[in-house]
């Protein structure tokens, strides 16, 4: 009923019928319904993911002999990868029924977000929905692009391996991309920045829903804190950036050597192996993954040692990163969460205040 409703606004949006969609209540659930059918897409989409890798469609059952043979003779080659084997599963070659929706659903939110800009004018129509919206699409845009694009590949690849006189390094480079298995790809593979993307866009579209929440009597309030608690956040995200940027800096110069060198040689009694200070503070990196999961209790105070090293080192790094902890997982946690309190207080008791007025205003 409603695509038929929407076909009919923008056809005839003067006849009586069209006229039903400008409704406010009509526009709020039919956004609602379309939006969750689109989140039920994506649920099929990942699903469909994990599924559509098969054991049968392999390269030596989808091809014909001519195709295949080009194939062993590209083997023979030297550059050629051997790992790859006599046969391998494949890549996708064509967009399920799922993609097609997806990608005209998200065609149709693109134009709603041009239409609404262009109805508003940029000054109004910049705000925190609206950028997450920008962000969520332009995600999903990447992502399905960079899907299609290896599809395209795909049967570029295939029609290489069914020329007769195709030059060796042209084909090696096409078996690429008909392979799926990801233990012979490209770290930045396409597909793994597609899913990567695809992933980020997934969290943004069910973050989206908190936008229906104050519809709802109960579950309002808590929307209101929420946002309230993450601008808290992010005054807090600026100084712990400060602090963290600061030890990360300390730690680094005081166990960057460690890293450069050797660990010390083994003997009957020790073993060689490497200290934790070095698997902690080796690299920046490193460094940071170690102070900012500590910041949620995942370090641990032994990180700092230098085992058989016999010098002042470690006793300098545990002053430091027991410094670090009292400061930033102490104090200033602490006082995050006395903060994000305060304001979930408030919005409680504006709700209360405001209820009791209207109540107030009916006796």
């Known amino acids: 009923m409603y695509p038929a409703l929407v076909c009919l606004h923008i056809a005839e949006s003067k006849r009586k019928e069209a006229k039903i969609l400008q409704l406010p209540v009509v526009k709020f659930t039919c956004y609602s319904m379309s939006f969750l059918i689109f989140l039920l897409l994506i649920c099929i989409s990942s699903w469909e993911a994990s599924v559509r890798v098969s054991k049968h469609r392999t390269f030596l059952k989808s091809f014909t002999p001519n195709a295949t043979n080009r194939y062993k003779e590209c083997r023979q080659s030297k550059q050629f990868n051997k790992l790859l084997g006599k046969d391998f599963p494949l890549r996708d070659g064509s967009p399920s029924l799922t993609d097609l929706l997806l990608t005209f659903w998200i065609i149709g939110m693109v ?207 545990y002053i430091i990163y027991g410094t670090y902890h009292i400061i930033c997982v102490t104090i200033l946690i602490n006082m995050l969460i006395a903060m994000m309190t305060r304001s979930f207080t408030r919005t409680a008791v504006r709700v209360m205040l405001n209820s009791s007025r209207f109540n107030l205003s009916e006796t």
């Not at 109004?124 to 990447?142: G, K, Q, R, V, W």
């Not at 209790?297 to 300098?316: H, I, M, P, Q, W």
Request: charged residues 20%; neutral net charge; glycine residues 4%.
């Open 111 to 317: 134009s709603q977000e041009c239409n609404q800009l262009y109805q508003t004018g940029l000054d109004e129509h910049i705000s925190l929905y609206n950028i997450m919206d920008f962000l969520l699409l332009s995600a999903y845009i990447a992502a399905l692009t960079l899907r299609f694009l290896l599809m395209i590949k795909f049967n570029l690849a295939v029609e290489v391996l069914k020329e007769k006189y195709a030059d060796p390094c042209t084909m090696i480079k096409s078996v690429y991309w008909l392979n799926t298995d990801r233990s012979l790809w490209d770290p930045w593979d396409p597909r793994n920045v597609s899913e990567g993307l695809f992933a980020f866009a997934n969290i943004m579209s069910f973050y989206r829903l908190l936008y229906f929440l104050p519809a709802f009597e109960v579950l309002g309030p808590l929307q209101i804190s929420l946002r309230r608690m993450l601008k808290d956040i992010a005054k807090f995200a600026l100084l712990f950036m400060l602090i963290i940027f600061a030890f990360l800096v300390g730690m680094h110069n005081l166990y960057w050597y460690f890293g450069e060198r050797a660990p010390p040689p083994r003997t009957a009694t020790n073993p060689a192996y490497e200290p934790r200070a070095v698997k902690s503070f080796n690299d920046l990196t490193s460094t940071l993954h170690t102070i900012f999961w500590a910041l949620f209790g995942r370090g641990e105070y032994k990180a700092v040692e230098l085992n058989d090293y016999t010098l002042s080192t470690d006793r300098f790094g």
